[in-house]
């Protein structure tokens, strides 16, 4: 495996910030080499970068002599445009050399279980749909997680932070609808959000949105859908993204001019990382093994949650919607990124009012379990307008926009604010504080 599919498969791992206040330190303080060079192995790097200048530092060490930042310049200066300023970068997010050696016994601890992780994706792969062999795979990943630990002291917890605010947020995902992205702050890697609404409120066509925005951008996005098979799915988003009506393509009533447009629209979607699966009987252990095996995975949705089955069995429905939310909740955090799941509301919520946390169904371990939830809801039904309303954000604004469905292209698009129509009886209500959710 190269370094740029390592790279590419472990992104949620590599901590650049890390790596680069190592580099700094030796760089600035070169006595930082007696602590380090007996935990670190240029190979532990993620960075190629890093890894080459600390193979160098390495030689240097064991000749008796430093590797300066001079000298480190010139050691990389055929493998990146400006060598100066990656040299003067790593050197900036280090302001003392104290936390090198956590900082490297993180990053070597980080790359065993890289090591580990591959070789489990390996008999994941090469075994896919065994379930002992799942359930085998389950128990790695749980030793793995438990030998990194999930405990920190507050000074381990601060150097994280710090070293991670030198560059620009990682593992968030947005929606790629503007307003929406600026209230949620991104969903972050280990959330659990939940989107909610009334039947044929477009809840399933804006989640889908969603998918095709993330995939855009080059991360795999698995869509898990339990009501609908993967050509229903195909034709909705060979709609939106050609501008060819459903109905026509459902009917086949397709001319010259509409064939055109699918096959543009084809081209396009081909390469794009969206899986579907369209198994009715998903359960998060069938989710986590294939999530195990996606490459640069970045967002999972599930449309929708009420259709799963626990493994489990409960004395009531309540009780085991309750489950599957910690179940997936937990699967999120597990795997380092966000998840999606579609939900129903109460029959005695309205379509055309905005609804509140309250109103969601089934279990309220949801709202509990949830880092963020989404209501949609009917503003004007001939015209198209729904409400979207952020009602619960753990890190971030709470608030609600207005978007435009529409319906027989099975796509929705963003309203500016002064084109907002609200009702009397449904204002946007809009927070300009952080939502405090205990």
């Not at 790596?19 to 007696?34: C, K, N, R, W």
């Not at 449309?303 to 909740?329: C, H, P, Q, W």
Request: hydrophobic share 40%.
């Amino acid at each position: 495996m190269t370094n740029d599919e390592r790279t590419l498969q472990y992104a949620v791992e590599y901590n650049q910030g890390t790596e680069f206040s190592v580099t700094g330190a030796y760089l600035l303080y070169p006595q930082i080499m007696d602590k380090i060079a007996c935990i670190l192995q240029p190979k532990d790097f993620m960075n190629p970068l890093c890894a080459k200048l600390y193979a160098a530092a390495v030689k240097a060490y064991r000749d008796g002599k430093i590797l300066d930042p001079v000298m480190a310049r010139d050691e990389i200066v055929h493998d990146t445009d400006d060598p100066t300023k990656f040299i003067a970068d790593c050197m900036a997010v280090c302001p003392s050399g104290t936390a090198a050696e956590g900082h490297a016994e993180y990053i070597h601890a980080q790359a065993k279980a890289r090591i580990f992780r591959t070789a489990v994706d390996e008999i994941l792969s090469t075994y896919k749909g065994d379930e002992q062999v799942t359930e085998i795979a389950g128990v790695c990943q749980d030793y793995i997680s438990g030998t990194l630990g999930r405990s920190h002291t507050m000074a381990q917890t601060l150097n994280k932070l710090m070293d991670s605010l030198s560059a620009p947020p990682a593992n968030r995902v947005e929606t790629g609808f503007a307003r929406i992205d600026a209230l949620l702050k991104g969903m972050r890697a280990g959330n659990l959000v939940i989107v909610a609404a009334r039947p044929a409120a477009g809840k399933s066509i804006w989640a889908q949105c969603v998918a095709m925005n993330v995939a855009r951008t080059g991360k795999s996005v698995l869509l898990y859908s339990l009501e609908m098979s993967d050509e229903e799915l195909g034709e909705r988003i060979i709609s939106g993204a050609s501008g060819v009506q459903l109905d026509r393509i459902t009917d086949h009533d397709l001319d010259e001019q509409a064939w055109k447009r699918l096959s543009d629209a084809c081209q396009y979607l081909y390469d794009l990382p969206l899986i579907i699966n369209d198994d009715p009987g998903v359960t998060t252990s069938k989710i986590r093994a294939e999530a195990r095996t996606t490459k640069n995975l970045g967002l999972i949705i599930i449309d929708f949650m009420t259709l799963m089955k626990s493994e489990g069995k409960y004395d009531s429905r309540n009780l085991e919607v309750g489950a599957i939310s910690r179940e997936l909740k937990l699967l999120a955090m597990e795997l380092n990124i966000p998840i999606i799941v579609i939900s129903q509301l109460n029959r005695s919520v309205s379509d055309t009012d905005r609804p509140t946390l309250a109103a969601l169904r089934d279990s309220g371990e949801l709202e509990q379990n949830a880092n963020k939830v989404i209501f949609l809801w009917n503003i004007d039904v001939e015209q198209g307008i729904k409400g979207v309303a952020v009602a619960k954000n753990r890190q971030g604004r709470c608030g609600a926009v207005q978007m435009r469905f529409i319906g027989d292209q099975m796509r929705f698009v963003e309203m500016r604010a002064d084109e907002e129509v609200w009702s009397k009886t449904t204002p946007p209500r809009r927070r300009g504080k952080w939502e405090d959710d205990d």
